[in-house]
C-alpha cells in the first residue's frame, strides 16, 4: 500500500455528510427499575460505564426478556456512541445487546463502518451539544448533525480504517505484554517481600521492626504562596502528594527557594529517602509512596523516612508499596474530613525485615521487573502517539492511501 500527500479535503474530493445521512441513529432506553421482572436476566444492557475498548463483549447490568420486549435490539457488530455527559466513547457490540438512553446505535451505515468510527473518534463531539447541569450531552437532532469528513471511495475509507486498525492491534499487544508483565511483578512482590520465598541460599530469620524504627522521620510543610521570593527562581524541587504518582521521584512540579526553606517548616530530606502521603482523597484507593532521587522538599501532607544502616532504601519502597493496603487499613484516621494516616500508628506499623544483604537481592529483582514494565508502558504510549499523529493524517486528508 502507497501513500501520498494531499493538501485537504476540498482539494482532494473529500466530502462533509452529515451522521443522519450517513447512518440511522436509534436511542437505548432505561427499563423501569421499579419492575424486578426487568432486571437480573442474561441479556446485555449496556451504560457508559460499560464502555471502554472497541468490541465491547458484556455488560455489568443484564434484563431478562420481558424487558426486551419493550425495547429495540442492537445487533452484533453494530457501532454504538455514548452523548450524554460523557461524549464520545465508541465501540461495537459483540453479540447482541440493548443499551441505556446516553448511547445510541449507529445503524445500516452507508459508508465503511471501521472508518466511521475512527473519524467520529477524531471529532470534537462536544462542540455539538448542549451545557447541562452535569455537563455536556447532545439530542438525537443535534447526533444527526454531526459533520464527518469522508474520503470518496469506500475503498479509501476501508484502507485508512485497516491502517488504524493494524496500529490498534500493535497497541493491543503492546498493552497485554505491559499487562502480564505486570502480573508477574505483583506476584514476585507478594512472594519476596513477604518472605514466603527465599533467593538463593538466604535462610535467616526476617525481624519484625517497627516503622518507627527503620529511619529517621520528618515532616514538611508549605512555604507562605503569598511571599514570592519563596517561589520565583526556586531550585530545591518541594513534593505535594500530587507529584507522588511515580515509584521513584526525580522532579515535582513546583520548586521553592533556599530563603523559603530556612523561613518555613518544610523540611528538606536526602535522596534515598522514601516519602509516603499521609494525608489525601487519593488514601481511598491507595498509598502513594516514593523513593527521592535527589534531596528535596516536603509539604505538610506528606512524611519521610530516612532509612538507618541496615535498611536498604530500594528495599523500603517495594515493602512499603506492598504493605500500603494494610497500613490503610489499619492506620487511617476516622471521621476526617480529608483521608489521613495517623502518625503514631504508622509509625508503629511493623514491617519484616530480612538482612541487608536479602534486601538488596530482593530489591534488584523488584527493581528489574519494574524497569520492565515501565520500558512496556513507554512503547505502549509511543503507539499511541503514532496512532494519534498517523490519524491526523489520514483522517484529514492530508495523506491518501492508494
Not at 144 to 165: H, K, M, N, R, W
Not at 235 to 262: C, F, H, M, N, Y
Not at 351 to 376: F, G, H, N, W, Y
Amino acid at each position: 500500500m502507497s501513500m501520498k500527500a494531499g493538501r485537504g479535503h476540498a482539494s482532494t474530493a473529500w466530502e462533509v455528510r452529515t451522521l443522519g445521512d450517513l447512518c440511522d441513529i436509534t436511542i437505548g432506553r432505561t427499563p423501569s427499575r421499579a419492575v424486578d421482572a426487568f432486571w437480573g436476566g442474561d441479556i446485555p444492557w449496556l451504560s457508559i460505564g460499560d464502555m471502554g475498548t472497541k468490541h465491547i463483549t458484556s455488560s455489568e447490568e443484564g434484563i431478562t426478556e420481558s424487558a426486551a420486549r419493550l425495547m429495540t435490539v442492537i445487533p452484533a457488530g453494530t457501532l454504538v456512541m455514548s452523548f450524554k455527559l460523557t461524549i464520545g466513547k465508541l465501540g461495537f457490540v459483540a453479540r447482541d445487546m440493548y443499551s441505556n438512553e446516553a448511547i445510541c446505535a449507529l445503524r445500516n451505515p452507508r459508508i465503511d463502518p471501521e472508518f466511521l468510527y475512527y473519524a467520529l473518534g477524531a471529532i470534537d463531539l462536544t462542540r455539538y451539544g448542549k451545557q447541562a447541569v452535569k455537563g455536556a450531552t447532545l439530542n438525537k437532532e443535534s447526533l444527526a448533525s454531526i459533520e464527518v469528513p469522508i474520503p470518496p471511495t469506500q475503498d479509501e475509507q476501508s484502507a485508512i480504517a485497516a491502517v488504524l486498525g493494524d496500529i490498534d492491534a500493535w497497541i493491543g499487544v503492546l498493552s497485554q505484554s505491559a499487562a502480564k508483565k505486570r502480573g508477574i511483578r505483583r506476584a514476585l512482590a507478594d512472594e519476596l517481600v513477604s518472605g514466603k520465598r527465599r533467593l538463593g541460599s538466604f535462610s535467616g530469620k526476617w525481624q519484625s521492626t517497627p516503622l518507627g524504627e527503620v529511619g529517621t522521620w520528618k515532616g514538611g510543610g508549605t512555604p507562605s504562596m503569598a511571599i514570592a521570593s519563596y517561589w520565583k527562581d526556586g531550585t530545591i524541587p518541594w513534593v505535594s502528594s500530587g507529584d507522588v504518582k511515580v515509584a521513584r521521584l526525580a522532579s515535582t512540579e513546583q520548586s521553592i527557594t533556599e530563603s523559603a526553606v530556612s523561613q518555613s517548616t518544610t523540611n528538606v530530606v536526602p535522596a534515598d529517602a522514601i516519602v509516603l502521603v499521609t494525608r489525601s482523597g487519593i488514601l481511598r484507593r491507595y498509598l502513594p509512596v516514593a523513593r527521592l532521587m535527589r534531596p528535596m522538599a516536603i509539604n505538610q501532607d506528606i512524611k519521610a523516612v530516612i532509612p538507618h544502616v541496615g535498611v536498604d532504601s530500594e528495599f523500603l519502597l517495594h515493602a512499603l508499596t506492598y504493605a500500603g493496603p494494610e497500613i490503610l487499613a489499619t492506620c487511617l484516621k476516622s471521621g476526617t474530613t480529608v483521608e489521613s494516616v495517623e502518625y503514631s500508628w504508622l509509625k508503629a506499623f511493623e514491617l519484616k525485615l530480612p538482612s541487608i544483604e536479602e534486601q538488596r537481592a530482593i530489591a534488584t529483582v523488584l527493581t528489574d521487573a519494574d524497569e520492565e514494565v515501565s520500558a512496556l508502558d513507554q512503547a505502549v504510549a509511543k503507539a499511541q502517539m503514532l496512532k494519534l499523529a498517523v490519524a491526523q493524517e489520514l483522517l484529514a486528508g492530508r495523506t491518501r492511501l492508494t
